[in-house]
């Protein structure tokens, strides 16, 4: 049997149910966690990646600033650049042959121009020019024209004051920083020689279809022609009379 309840004690009420449209505990917790963001793809360092616009010049910038520097091409040709530009000072207060005042005019625009093409990564946008070339034979090009400029200086003149002397050894000194750099652009060229037979296709291969057109349309087949009407049996001929004969 089981024991009685005590007298004067009251049964629990059971309890409330939920009011209509109220969310469970569950869904509550879930309504106050934020949604999920879309996250931004990663980009690699060393790598172009999906930059795009002013993040991918950026990029650009960086990394041709980096590799101009840390080579030690943008030593070189500032170093070079110093040396004419001083020479130039020194040779405007002398009479010189114009060809001297030429060729180091000519060589402060060009050094100048790769200097602002590297440092603000031109060269990254116009592609179809090979320039790590066209520097190396500009130093090529460059460490002549100075050299030739000396022997030029020292010829032409049979005494030298102090401010001509200084001008030619730094002419001489420009000419070596331009070598310097040759050497330099080849240790840049190391370890990038084209394979052979890289273009030559392999072995027993045919030429397959031309690419970009699809396959050949299917010829529909043609209808076939109705069957031709019967002629008619000719008559026979009589028979001829025999000679001779009426």
């Not at 149910?17 to 793809?41: R, V």
């Not at 020019?129 to 000396?150: H, Y």
């Not at 001489?172 to 240790?187: K, T, Y």
Request: proline residues 13%.
């Amino acid at each position: 049997m089981a024991p009685k309840a005590a007298k004067g004690a009251k049964p629990e009420p059971a309890p409330a149910p939920p009011p209509p449209g109220a969310k469970p505990e569950e869904d509550k917790k879930d309504d106050k966690e934020p949604s999920d963001k879309p996250q931004k793809a990663v980009q690699p360092k060393h790598e172009v990646g999906t930059r795009k616009g002013c993040r991918l010049y950026r990029w650009e910038l960086k990394d041709s600033n980096k590799e101009f520097w840390l080579l030690g091409h943008a030593e070189m040709k500032i170093l070079s650049l110093g040396c004419l530009i001083a020479a130039m000072i020194l040779l405007s207060s002398l009479t010189v042959h114009p060809i001297l005042r030429l060729i180091i005019t000519m060589e402060i625009s060009i050094f100048s121009f790769f200097i602002l093409l590297y440092s603000f990564a031109i060269h990254r946008y116009i592609p179809f020019i090979l320039w790590p070339i066209s520097d190396l034979f500009n130093d090529l090009f460059a460490c002549g024209f100075l050299v030739g400029a000396v022997v030029f200086a020292v010829r032409s003149r049979r005494s030298m004051n102090l401010h001509y002397l200084l001008a030619v050894i730094l002419i001489g000194v420009a000419g070596v920083f331009a070598f310097i750099d040759v050497c330099l652009q080849r240790n840049h060229f190391k370890g990038k020689r084209v394979k052979k037979h890289m273009l030559v296709p392999p072995p027993g291969k045919e030429k397959g279809p031309q690419q970009g057109k699809g396959p050949e349309p299917t010829k529909s087949p043609e209808p076939a022609k109705p069957p031709e009407p019967a002629k008619p049996p000719e008559p026979a001929k009589p028979p001829e009379p025999a000679k001779g004969k009426k």
